[in-house]
């Protein structure tokens, strides 16, 4: 294939990566035809950077000045200067935990994503599998959705379902919904093209 249609990934997690391997895997097997050219991190010491060097991105740990859960805009600029730098065509959040202010949306409008834990809109924020076991849901899944300035607000690109079985811990629960977002996130990465 030409280089020049392999769409470029800027990659953003603060954890286990579990997310990242997964588009790892997909481009490995040629299931998706794109490029992992930077992970990004807030966590000098999250996973999700180990394995983006064993998939050859560049990776940096970015640690914000201040604002828990947020980014401050001198810290947003420096991320988009990396993926700037890198060429990125997309964005993808794949458990960053930091809300993505202003400066970073308009740098990469309708270009950054979010993969979440539960059937959006419900469930929104942290705990989303523990939120659908105490709400008493049948179903919950996963959702890929746009990001925009809210948490989990953005338009919802896909979803999938992930049924909750009797006996379900937050964690079993989770685990289900994670091998279901292994499956629909790189399914979605694969439907953009290379930014004009
Ligand atoms: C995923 O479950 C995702 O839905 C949420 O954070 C988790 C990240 O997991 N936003 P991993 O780091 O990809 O394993």
Do not use: W
Not at 46 to 65: K, M, S, V
Not at 67 to 93: C, P, Q, W
Not at 104 to 116: K, S, T, W
């Amino acid at each position: 294939m030409n280089d020049g249609s392999v769409l470029r990934l800027g990659v953003l997690g603060s954890g286990r990566g579990s997310n990242l391997a997964a588009i790892g895997r997909a481009i490995g097997e040629g299931r998706l035809a794109a490029k992992l050219v930077a992970v990004l991190s807030d966590q000098p010491d999250a996973r999700i950077l180990h394995l983006g060097r064993q998939f050859g991105a560049r990776t940096e740990c970015i640690p914000p000045e201040t604002l828990r859960g947020r980014l401050d805009a001198e810290t947003e600029a420096k991320f988009v200067e990396v993926l700037r730098e890198e060429n990125a065509d997309l964005v993808v959040l794949a458990g960053f935990m930091r809300i993505i202010g202003p400066v970073f949306l308009a740098a990469y409008p309708h270009r950054i994503i979010n993969v979440h834990p539960s059937l959006l809109p419900k469930h929104r924020g942290s705990n989303a599998a523990a939120q659908a076991l105490a709400a008493g849901d049948k179903i919950t899944g996963c959702t890929v959705h746009y990001v925009d300035e809210g948490v989990d607000t953005g338009k919802i690109i896909a979803q999938r379902e992930v049924r909750i079985e009797p006996g379900d811990t937050a964690d079993s629960l989770q685990a289900r919904i994670q091998a279901a977002e292994h499956e629909l996130l790189p399914a979605v990465i694969a439907g953009f093209t290379r930014h004009e």
